[in-house]
């Protein structure tokens, strides 16, 4: 059985420490973590759909300069 340790330092320089067993009891089954790949993707999905709407926002301006739009117009 696995254990969570926490320590806790107080004022008057004690220290309390908290053991948490890492297993639910009764022998349940704990749902284990998504594949290393699929939080692989989908952080790189959040990134590029991140990196559009950067992208758009940076370019519209510069597309409209090259029409002598003026910043009032833009």
């Known amino acids: 059985m696995h254990t969570f340790l926490i320590t806790v ?3 008057d ?3 309390i420490t ?5 297993t639910p009891p ?3 089954r704990v749902l284990s973590q998504p594949p290393l790949f699929l939080c692989i ?3 790189l ?3 590029l759909s991140q990196g559009i709407v950067l992208g758009l926002i940076s370019t ?3 597309y409209l300069a090259s029409f002598d739009a003026t910043w009032k117009q833009q």
Not at 18 to 22: L, N, R
Request: charged fraction near 15%.
């Open 9 to 11: 330092k107080r004022y």
């Open 13 to 15: 320089f004690t220290r």
């Open 18 to 22: 908290i053991t948490i067993p890492m």
């Open 26 to 28: 009764g022998n349940k």
């Open 41 to 43: 993707i989908v952080v």
């Open 45 to 47: 999905m959040l990134y």
């Open 60 to 62: 519209v301006p510069v």
